[in-house]
């Protein structure tokens, strides 16, 4: 990863949101877009853009997401870089919706903030859901398939994230549509993975002193907005 160094005097604030798949990283980060106008990098939405426009970064992933295992880190590293680069100047608060999921991952954020944004202000916040609880969730989950929203709904009538028209996306009225990795056996790998990690890059936060924020995201969106206000201190907003 080469970037010139930071040029901008500007504080750029960075809340990395670490959860299971399904535990609502991609529905809180877009809350957190419309309500508090601030910028979200979802790798999986990047991961899913590269294979829609068939790129061969696309061609490289396709088949390891519908599997449920993860991107190579190197790969996955270039593209937040290229982003943050491109972001340069623009966000003041950028939410990682999935990044960092390893602690390669974790170690080249480190270094990328170091060496080329050094006035990053650092917030870590793990979102708390239990598996059975997931696993209900993302067998309910539909996404638009238009590659530049990919908004998130469910099919449960009554909730709050159906849609206002059936299977129509509310934002661009786009096709909803299942996630090819949203199968239970996908998901359940996908847990796996992830709880794998999630014990070292705890590990890795704490040998870093960074405080790890915890939000518990068994309860409507809503809710977990507010308490996601109140504990970043964002209240008086
Ligand atoms: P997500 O939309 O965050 O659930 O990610 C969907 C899939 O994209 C994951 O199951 C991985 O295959 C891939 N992916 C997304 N983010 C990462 C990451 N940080 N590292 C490796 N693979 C990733």
Redesign the pocket.
């Known amino acids: 990863m080469s970037c010139p160094s930071d040029t901008s005097s500007s504080a750029l604030n960075v809340l990395i949101f670490l959860g299971a ?2 535990a609502g ?2 529905s809180l980060a877009e809350k957190c877009v419309k309500e508090l106008g601030f910028v979200q990098l ?7 853009k590269h294979i829609a426009d068939r790129t061969e970064i696309g061609e490289q ?1 396709d088949l ?2 519908k ?7 190197s ?2 590293v270039d593209m ?1 870089a290229d982003w943050f680069e491109k972001q340069r100047g623009k966000a003041s608060t950028v939410i990682l ?6 602690i390669a ?1 974790a170690e080249a954020l480190r270094k990328l903030f170091k060496e080329n944004f050094p006035t990053v202000r650092l917030s870590v916040i793990k979102l708390e859901i239990s598996d059975d609880v997931v696993i209900n969730r993302l067998c309910s989950r539909i996404v638009c398939e238009n590659k530049a929203c990919q908004a998130v709904y469910s099919t449960v009538s009554g909730s709050q994230l159906a849609p206002k028209k059936p299977f129509t996306c509310d934002l661009c009225e786009g096709a909803l549509i299942v ?1 090819a ?1 949203d199968t239970e056996e ?1 998901v359940r790998k ?1 847990l796996q ?1 992830y709880h794998q990690h999630e014990h070292d890059l705890l590990d890795f936060y704490t040998s870093i002193e960074q405080l790890v924020m915890k939000l518990s995201v068994e309860r409507p969106l809503i809710e977990v907005f507010d308490e996601f206000v109140r504990i970043m201190g964002l209240d008086d907003r």
């Open positions: 798949p399904g990283k991609g979802s790798t999986g939405n990047l991961c899913r992933i390891i997401i599997s449920g295992r993860l991107v190579p880190d790969l996955i937040v919706d999935g990044f960092p999921r390893t991952q996630r990795d996908s996908r993975i």
